[in-house]
């Protein structure tokens, strides 16, 4: 490689990974916590304990559930109910209006079969949702949202960048090469190679995800207004019902039109994910890829008729995975952990990195470095 | 054909295969349940396992000073 084209590389490694660092390490030291967000809360017993169905236990009837809910919070209106994976409850959301943002909403919990009130903690409460607003939109909404995206690419570049320098530096160096009996610079700048190229894939991809996922909400509004409005329009100049069909019907018209799934969540009219004249019940698979893939059953709630069973399109379905890529909840408690040690890694490379920086001499020294294949490396620590 | 002795190999060989192996762990645990959870749950603990091997076999030694 040219001395020109290794230096224009190191100063784009150099560069990117300065502009993101700050930023990527307040995101690994918050994602941490957020890959255990469940154990946390039954740990410390935000999350409710419920009891297992009785054996023949019927599942109360969705509208009864949803009234609870209301009576919870009097003078709210339903926004989304789901159930959950893993016990037999349901979430029912409700808000001052339909429009409600998430930061407002109140959420009940009942047990699916019993119907009774579970305690539970708001989900826009504490501080688990304290260190997930500092992880997605530091609190400032959509432009945080995409400022940390943005960082997340600027980490992609710097993984390319770092993987093309990586090249040239170790080409006469066995794999794993870590030297720490000679400078400290020369130490840290092995451990820096040495995990940066261990975590390449995982990081690379969990960057890309991030930076996927930070586009959530121009998405949803995008498919909202295309492949929603499509059907909204049929509705033109019809105001939003006041009265809705069954809740409990709908959702088993839903799960009987499409038999291979069952209920994730359902969307009330007006909450933006059906429309102002439907139910928005999202089906979902069992198996880890498709119970993320979401197939939504719209329910006109006057007649209670089935209108639609759209296809996500495809970059709905490309978020949608990319949120158990960069979450990795998908894999049991192994992949938990191993998703932590992984980000503990990347947490290391990046302190490796802002060392190697404090320590910089000239960037022609450490043109030359790599140039030498870093067995020279000892010297520019020198300087 | 084996390689020709002297070749140095090249350094983007390890970086090659950890991209792949990260990749398959990744889509394993997304596509199924029990035998691909494992098999990414082995591939992550490998990777970490190749940090940990290099830490090992670090060179702790002082070089001579001239």
Known sequence: MQRSTLKAWFLVHKWTSLVCTVFLLLLCLTGLPLVFWEEIGHLTGADPEVAPAAAGAQPQNLDDLVNQALAQYPGDVPLFLGWDDHSPSVYVNTGARPDTPPPEMHTAILHEYTGEVLPAPQFNEGVMYFIYRLHTDVFVGLPGMLFLGAMALLFAVAIVSGVVLYGPFMRKLPFGTLRTGRSRRLAWLDLHNVLGIVTLGWAFVVGITGAINTLAKPLEQAWQTQQLGEFARRYEGRSRPAQFASLDDAVAKARAAEPGMKPAF????????????????????????????????????????????????GYMTTLLLSQPLHFGDYGGMPLKILWALLDLLTIAVLASGLYLWFKRGSTEARVTEIERAGLVADAGAAR | MSRAPNTPRSPFIAPAWITVASIVGLVSALIGDGVFDVVSWLIFAALIGLFVRAWIKRERTREPKR
């Open chain 1, 266 to 313: 359902v969307s009330f009219p007006g909450t933006g994910y059906s429309g102002d004249h439907h139910y928005g019940v999202f089906m979902n698979g069992d198996t880890p890829l498709t119970e993320r893939l979401y197939r939504p059953v719209l329910i006109d709630v006057e007649t209670g008729e089935i209108t639609a069973r759209p296809q996500l399109p």
